[in-house]
Structures are given as structure tokens and as C-alpha cells.
């Protein structure tokens, strides 16, 4: 095989292992050079993951990932924001404005779980050699919905999708109107480590009070935002 027609070193990270490998075995038997990372969760794994990339020398990297997820979703934003390099996304969710954000993001296309091994063979082809991995139509479409939110919307969809699994549920009990004692006791935890994540929660949403939080809780909610990670 020629240069030209050589397959791509590829670098996939999985958010679910048992469809991750079953592409990496795909590809590999269509010649691509495959190289698996697990997902990073911190600034810490990033730097790791950006290392193990050079090392490898990967022309592309393929993230798949169901993106309706919040949290598997911001760690698809963090991985292309964070690391910059050819990024191609596959995963089964058809939310256009977060396909926009990825694309807005950096990333060169993105892959429906449904199209087959063939459209990826192409996709990923076609970004190892400085191209898009979708049409250039359906890019323009995504990032304008992505557009079409707003500035708060958008600024407020990425605070949210930035809470831990653990943070989500102490602001939905504080939305239930819980106390922070009856949240401590109903979690086995102290009320001190409750206080330390209404602080994280606080942070990571850039407001000045638990009602604040609260508050931007339910404008979440009401764009039907969940975070089942």
C-alpha cells in the first residue's frame, strides 16, 4: 500500500467499551493502525491522553460517544478543545445544536452510529487528509443551531453539562427544597462534604448563591437538559 492510499494512524476513545472495540476491530481489518485510550476525566488524564497521541503520531482521533449524555458530551468538548488535532465523532444521538457545538469546537465532522463502517472508512479518510468528515451542508446546519440557542443558552448548556453526577443530584434535592443536612444524611455523607459540593456547584455554574444554582437548575430543566452519567 502506497502513501497516498495508506489508512491513518487512528487514536479511539470509547465511552462504551463494548462498541469501541467492536470499531476498532472493524478498521483494523480495513487497514487502519489503532490505538485505544480510555476517556479522560480530568485535567490531569487530558495532558496523559495528549502525550499518549504524540507518542503514537495519530493522524486522527475518533471519539465515540452517545452525546445526549451531558457529561459524555463535555468530555467530547473538553477532549477537542483541549487537544488540537483532526477529531472525528461517532455516536447515536441526532441533537443538531450538539453536533454544532463539536463542530464550533474544532471538530472536523461528525458520524452518525447508524451510517455503517463504510461512511466511516470515508469520514476518517477524508479528515487524515486535511478534509471534513460530513458535508459541508449538514456542518452549516449544525452550527447554526448550536447559534440559534443564544449566547445565555449556550453559556449556561456548558456550565450545567461541567456538574458531576454527584453535583446534579445535590442541586436537584436543593431544587426539591431539601436542607442541607436532610441531603447529607439521605447520602450517607457529612454536612460538610454537602457545603464543599454546593461550593463546586456554585463554581462551575459562575453564581454567587445556592438560589442562583438553583435557578439556573431550572432554566437546565426546562431546555430539557438531564445528566445521566
Not at 19 to 36: T, Y
Not at 37 to 66: D, K, N, T, W
Amino acid at each position: 500500500m502506497n502513501a497516498e492510499r495508506a489508512a491513518p494512524k487512528v487514536i479511539v476513545i470509547a465511552e462504551g467499551h463494548l462498541v469501541g472495540e467492536a470499531i476498532e476491530v472493524a478498521l483494523s481489518a480495513r487497514s487502519f493502525e489503532i490505538e485505544s485510550i480510555h476517556c479522560p476525566r480530568s485535567r490531569q488524564e487530558l495532558m496523559e491522553v495528549r502525550r499518549e497521541i504524540s507518542r503514537f503520531r495519530a493522524g486522527v482521533g475518533l471519539v465515540v460517544a452517545e452525546i445526549d449524555d451531558l457529561a459524555q458530551w463535555r468530555d467530547a468538548l473538553a477532549l477537542v478543545e483541549s487537544i488540537r488535532m483532526r477529531w472525528l465523532i461517532v455516536t447515536g444521538s441526532r441533537d443538531p445544536a450538539r453536533w454544532g457545538a463539536l463542530i464550533a469546537a474544532g471538530c472536523q465532522g461528525i458520524v452518525p452510529m447508524s451510517a455503517g463502517l463504510d461512511v466511516l472508512t470515508q469520514a476518517l479518510l477524508a479528515v487524515s487528509r486535511g478534509g471534513l468528515g460530513m458535508s459541508p451542508t449538514a456542518r452549516e446546519q449544525v452550527l447554526a443551531e448550536w447559534e440559534r440557542l443564544g449566547s445565555s443558552k449556550r453559556s449556561l448548556i456548558l456550565r450545567i453539562s461541567a456538574l458531576s453526577p454527584r453535583e446534579w443530584e445535590v442541586l436537584e434535592k436543593l431544587k426539591e427544597g431539601l436542607s442541607i443536612k436532610t441531603i447529607a444524611e439521605s447520602g450517607g455523607v457529612s454536612e460538610g462534604t454537602v457545603r464543599s459540593q454546593v461550593r463546586a456547584i456554585r463554581q462551575k455554574l459562575n453564581v454567587k448563591s445556592q438560589l442562583a444554582a438553583v435557578a439556573a437548575y431550572q432554566q437546565a430543566t426546562e431546555l430539557n437538559l438531564t445528566h445521566t452519567g
